[in-house]
């Protein structure tokens, strides 16, 4: 993401929190005037603290935005007054007849967030909107699983457990997809030791120790969900490279404009993430994906964190309480066997 | 882990005792010249990657040599030998208690909770085979296991009340000297102690106490206490050695999908 890109968004947040009635972020300008940032005992720039996601930016940008990367008055607006009626529909005790029957969690889990005026997480491609697929990924896509595809949110097919997608699995939600906001448990903790930060995340329970002394990665055959990471300081922005990811993982969602089948990459995937403590009380978090297998281009979302160290971290038993993977395949083989009722 | 066993540990074993190289030396009988470096809180520093040395996620009991759940596997799934960790090797089960330790001993291939790729609760969590990295920062201390991702964060302010139950609990640390002390509540006793089969209820409290012996090992006791299931109190102990390859580095063991076929292969589409 270029300089241009975050002076912009800045500029956006600022004007949003204006609007919502906040004190203004400061820019990275103002930053430096107003604002020293902080340092850990050792000297490292401390971002430790709970930085919650904020769900209501979807990933890609509606196409009548063009490269706009933030939201008009009026499209602000617009957006506040959805997500209020998703708020409220979440408060409703029963669903609406005409409502589909989902086996989501119970709407009074959901953390809609407060909304924003940034157009989108991704930020590069300066559309906002990821970048075509390789030829080579369109064609795996599309025979997959001989013909089936990459594994979905559920579509009524439950073969095998491998028919789900990873998220279903509780197996994991990757890098980014452990940090783009979703809507329930987006708990992020950020703790450092001399030598290491850790990221901890709610979502599955993943804690990424990430080592600071630029060691080489891993052996190339070692593979991994959450990949092989190194990260470094540059200024006060802690920059994380990415390797030895599995193929069998996928960017993840933020449940608005990717959701489902999640971006599935190839092992050539790598990962930079460059994360900003902006100010006392926001983060911003920019992760560049580049996979050329998969990807034409690389491309880059931000998401924009806030500090709440009264946020609590509830223990995401995914896998333990994972009832549903039973019952979805259950459920598949009594219908197959005519026993089951729709 | 032949690496791990530097001669280090083989001089402290010996120095600890002659008599029992599992049983680590009991509170107080460290060495009293050593005095651990300081972390950036000014504590004992903890930090490191550290892993028990012994069988006692087999069983934390003294077991002979014995074929394991699986005679599939050959040699490969047998129980090896070794000497327990629990201090006076009886667990002291009310008699509903035992017949249930029985029970999930003779089920042990389907019902441990690690066959599962489950969380592994503590105290269990400290002594699997695998290693585990102790995150020491001036936020408070994190708990981070290689097996299921698991990990665990100690709150080192003001105490917290446990919410709902969990799999790895509660956690609430203090400095006593240069121990760490963890109170760990909120535990919902699904996980067992070991594969075989020895087990608590949510009543299930532990006390832990990490303590530096030396550069190169923490010795690990944990008061274990459940009016449910034992009659009294009772206490495990052991060293943990720290990792010294140059490389030393968590890897994740993510095995949800090592248990799936376990789990749901009757499900299937046939």
Known sequence: MSHRFLAGSVAALALVSVAA??????????????????????????????????????????????????????????????????????????APKDAKVGIGPPSYWTERGKPTRQASLIVDPPDGRL?????????????????????????????????????????????????????????????????YVVIRNEMIHEARVIPLD??????????????????????????????????????????????????????????????????E????????????????????????LKKDDNYQFLEYACHEGNYAMKDILAGARADEAGKGSR | MRSVIGSAVIVTAAAVTVFSLAVPPAKGQAPQAYRAPRAADGH?????????????????????????????????GAEPPGQGVVEGNDIPYLPVALEKKKANFANRRTNDPEAKCYMPGIPRANYMPYPFQIIQSPQGI??????????????????????????????????????????????????????????????????ERFTRLDPYHLNYEATIEDPSVFSKPWKISMPLYRHVEKNAQLLDFKCVEFAEELLYGQYKKK
């Not at chain 1, 978090?285 to 990807?295: H, I, N, Q, R, S």
């Not at chain 2, 903890?46 to 005679?71: E, F, K, R």
């Open chain 2, 142 to 207: 994190l708990f981070v296991y290689s097996y299921a991702s698991s990990n665990r964060f100690v709150n080192m302010g003001k105490p917290m009340e446990a919410g709902s139950d969990t799999w790895m609990g509660t956690n609430n640390g203090h400095w006593e000297g240069d121990t760490l002390v963890i109170d760990v509540t909120g535990l919902n006793g699904l996980a067992w102690f070991d594969r075989a089969g020895n087990f608590a209820s949510d009543k299930l409290h532990v006390v």
């Open chain 1, 21 to 94: 009635g906040q004190a203004p972020p400061s820019t990275a300008k103002a930053g430096t005037k107003n604002w020293t940032a902080p340092k850990t005992p050792w000297g490292d720039p401390d971002i430790q603290g709970i930085w919650p996601g904020n769900m209501g930016v979807p990933m890609q940008r509606p196409k009548t935005l063009g490269d706009r990367t933030s939201l008009s008055d009026e499209e602000y607006a617009k957006r506040v007054t959805q997500a209020q009626k998703a708020a409220a529909a979440d408060n409703e005790e029963r």
């Open chain 2, 44 to 76: 004992a520093d903890l930090n490191g990657i550290w892993q028990a040395v012994n069988t006692a996620n087999w069983d934390v009991q003294d077991h002979s040599a014995q074929a394991g759940p699986m005679w599939e596997m050959g040699a490969i």
């Open chain 1, 131 to 195: 970048p075509p697929l390789t030829p080579e990924a369109e064609k795996l896509r599309k025979e997959f699983r001989g013909g089936r595809g990459v594994p979905a949110e559920w579509a009524g097919q439950a073969d095998t457990y491998e028919d789900l997608n990873l998220y279903y699995r509780c197996i994991t939600r990757g890098v980014t997809g452990s940090i783009i906001p979703v809507v329930y448990n987006n708990g992020n903790q950020i703790l450092q030791a001399p030598g």
């Open chain 1, 281 to 304: 009380n926001t983060l911003h978090y920019e992760a560049t994906v580049d996979d050329p297998k998969t990807w034409t281009k690389p491309w880059t979302m931000l998401i924009e």
């Open chain 1, 214 to 279: 630029k060691s080489p990665h891993v052996g190339a055959s070692i593979r991994e969900y959450m990949g092989d990471s190194r990260g470094h300081w540059e200024g006060n922005t802690l920059v994380i490279e990415t390797t030895n990811f599995t193929d069998k993982t996928s960017i993840g969602s933020n449940g608005v404009g990717y959701n489902g089948e999640g971006g599935k990459h190839s092992e050539a995937l790598k990962t930079i993430e460059r994360i900003t403590r902006v100010d």
